[in-house]
């Protein structure tokens, strides 16, 4: 007799059934533990290709854990019996508790349950009552029908039939749910769920044929299968209804697909540069007092500097919604919990329509694939550059047992890593054309620039990575220092990565037809109006940002003094690539006049504060800047050509002024009002926060 490993040994020990058994065990747990993970959504499952590793180790351990306890049952004789039913009780707990057994999982978070132990004692009692459930109840089923097969004929073909029916349902709850969470406007998805249902209802049935099962049982088998069909299909069937009311409205969108591009267009690459959190006058070429930035200023001579560009926004997610709209934020209204109108296409998809191959590589978890910023670009990745913390308690338990194991100290990336995929990817389609973008998490917070960029004449001063944003009188002069100096280190790292990837381009040949746009999504506060970081007012320093654009027919060295928005950067992109696309109502105006020496421009630009810590509008118009708080409805007015730092407000002492103001904001926001309704921007783009994602953006600041 050949010899058999420990585990097998132990289940076949048993009888024929128990390594089914096991397997069927291992496997549910696997499907069951994965499809839990797949529910709240989290970036990190979103291919298919995540699925099998971490479902791999989940059901290997549970196999493992169940066939050494059947092996601990056939050492007593009178235990074999009640081995597989008690073996399966104590993995399904086991598997349980280290399924729920984290300080941050949904399931504890429902409980209000802060960090602390591995199981926090207040809401331990809870967390057992139900895993102890549903592990008696696993063991009881198994046992039962292991118990009636002495007195029921079929009794031995159901439970055979049993283990083999689990993981055929649990497997296919897991595909739908997945394709449901990440795929769920897919048609694709839905005829992929329709088949793995019926797949499984011909499963079924053969299984009914193969075990001779008739009367009763076997129309309750049938009846079985049929439930697991409508689990499966309606769903999706939903989802084809929804497509097929999609159908029949009239085209929504803003703007009309633009033709392929000609074999001779002018601009063959185009690069999207965004370095987060970047205020203007952190760059030397703005303000010469600045840190030297030499590579920006170096690109900054070869193209044309707008002087006094202003974000849309002052937080990432409604800037970038305008900045690849090329709308208000009034009218998409991108925040943490809205992703970008479908109704709205995305540059990208427009030069995509145009022959160029998109490329997005970014480093802020905002921009995740849940984030609604993917669309148009046929390769998108995430680069991790800034510390993310412990792994995800909601993470699949196969997935926690990898990283573990595998990767016991998780990297993080750097900038160096991001410059190098990008220019990868350009060197990959140099024939083609290309349009990348590129966005680096430095210099947002938290401060950590590469030691070498650090000032060593000024004494460390540590702010509290609890208190970034909160007022002035709970930061020394030394910590602000310290803050602000940090800050301009990673400007400077930063500023280092822009040079390796100009270079990179430069060694590919593709410098001379390529047109290379800078900015930043909004700027930094330094307590300036008694906070710090962003997100919270919408004055100079958060508005504030570098625009700089590097164009073949652009003359080098242009300074232009006009006040922009980057909301304009979408037209004029497509303007410069000789991308038609007539312009709907509504959409920034184009930049190119601009570069080409046209004095004529628009003196008004509007900014929003949107779904942060409180609404406002700012409308800047000829010299004045107007800001109303949308809730208070309070009003403040600035001089910005005598008080370039907001420090006196005019709302009392010029009403005449304030009234313009104020009637430019009401006008704007009734405009925006009416592009969402003809744009059909509505409740549609909804997008949920997992822990995971949660926990990261607490790390960056963005929640609490």
Not at 364 to 370: D, S, Y
Not at 536 to 562: K, S, T, W
């Amino acid at each position: 007799m050949k010899p058999q490993l420990p585990v097998l040994h132990g289940v076949t020990a048993v009888g024929p059934s128990a390594l089914m058994t096991a397997t069927s065990t291992a496997l549910s747990i696997a499907f069951l533990d994965l499809t839990l993970a797949i529910l709240p959504g989290p970036s990190d499952l979103a291919s298919l290709s995540a699925l099998w590793p971490a479902l791999g180790a989940t059901a290997i351990l549970a196999f493992i854990l169940c066939g050494c306890l059947c092996a601990v049952g056939s050492v007593v004789p009178r235990a074999r019996a009640l081995a597989p039913p008690a073996a399966v009780s104590i993995t399904v707990f086991l598997a349980g508790l280290f399924r729920f057994a984290s300080p941050d999982n949904t399931f504890l978070s429902f409980y209000d349950c802060r960090p602390g132990p591995l199981l926090c004692p207040p809401y331990a009692l809870k967390l057992a009552v139900p895993l102890i459930c549903a592990s008696i109840a696993a063991g009881a089923v198994l046992w039962a029908i292991g118990r009636s097969e002495r007195t029921h004929a079929n009794a031995s073909r159901l439970a055979s039939l049993v283990p083999l029916a689990m993981p055929f349902l649990l497997g296919e709850m897991c595909l739908a749910s997945w394709f449901i969470v990440y795929a769920g406007r897919s048609r694709f998805a839905a005829v992929a769920i329709d088949l793995s249902a019926l797949a499984l209802l011909a499963a079924t049935v053969l299984l009914v044929r193969r075990f001779g099962m008739a009367g009763r049982m076997a129309r309750a088998v049938v009846a079985l299968g049929l439930v697991v069909v409508a689990f499966g299909a309606v769903p999706p069937a939903l989802t084809l209804v929804q497509h097929a009311r999609e159908s029949r409205r009239p085209a929504r969108s803003a703007l009309p697909p633009a033709p392929a591009a000609s074999a001779g267009r002018r601009i063959k690459h185009v690069l999207l540069i965004t370095i987060d959190a970047l205020r203007a006058d952190a760059l030397s070429c703005y303000r010469p007092g600045a840190g030297p930035t030499p590579n920006i200023d170096s690109l900054a001579a070869q193209g044309a500097v707008f002087m006094n560009a202003m974000s849309s926004a002052n937080w990432t997610l409604p800037a970038f919604g305008s900045m690849m709209t090329g709308f208000s934020p009034w009218v998409h209204r991108t925040t943490l919990y809205v992703r970008p109108p479908g109704s709205l296409p995305m540059l990208a998809e427009l030069l995509r329509d145009a022959g160029y191959d998109t490329a997005a590589f970014v480093a802020n978890p905002l921009l995740g694939p849940e984030s609604g910023f993917l669309r148009g670009f046929t390769h998108y990745t995430l680069f991790e550059t800034k510390p993310r913390g412990e792994a995800a308690g909601n993470a699949p338990l196969g997935a926690r047992i990898l990283q573990r194991v595998f990767a016991p100290k998780a990297s993080v990336a750097t900038s160096s890593d991001l410059t190098a995929a990008a220019i990868a990817f350009i060197k990959d389609h140099l024939d083609t054309g290309t349009f990348t973008w590129i966005h680096y998490m430095d210099p947002h917070g938290p401060y950590v620039p590469p030691a070498s960029y650090v000032p060593g004449t000024l004494t460390p001063a540590p702010v509290p990575e609890a208190e970034p944003g909160l007022s002035s009188s709970l930061h020394t002069p030394e910590q602000k220092a310290w803050a602000q100096a940090l800050y301009n280190a990673e400007v400077r790292a930063a500023d280092g990565e822009i040079g390796g990837l100009l270079r990179g381009l430069a060694s590919l040949g593709a410098a001379r037809d390529s047109l290379i746009v800078l900015t930043a999504d909004h700027g930094e506060a330094f307590w300036e109006h008694g906070y710090a970081t962003h997100g919270n007012g919408l004055f100079q320093e958060l508005l504030h940002v570098p625009l700089i654009i590097r164009h073949p027919m652009v003359p080098p060295g242009r300074r232009i003094d006009a006040v922009v928005t980057t909301t304009s950067l979408p037209p004029t992109i497509l303007s410069l690539c000789g991308v038609p696309s007539p312009p709907p109502k509504g959409l920034a105006d184009s930049l190119a006049s601009l570069l080409t020496g046209s004095p004529a421009w628009p003196t008004l630009t509007v900014s929003a504060s949107i779904g942060a810590v409180e609404e406002q509008i700012a409308v800047m118009f000829d010299r004045y800047k107007y800001i109303r708080s949308i809730g208070s409805g309070r009003e403040e007015l600035f001089d910005l050509a005598r008080d370039p730092g907001e420090q006196m407000s005019l709302a009392l002492v010029s009403p005449d002024v304030l009234a313009t103001g104020r009637a430019l904001a009401d006008q704007h926001l009734g405009q925006a009002d009416d592009l969402r309704r003809q744009y059909r921007v509505g409740g549609d783009a909804q997008r949920l926060l997992d822990e995971d994602q949660k926990r990261r953006l607490r790390a960056l600041g963005y929640l609490r």
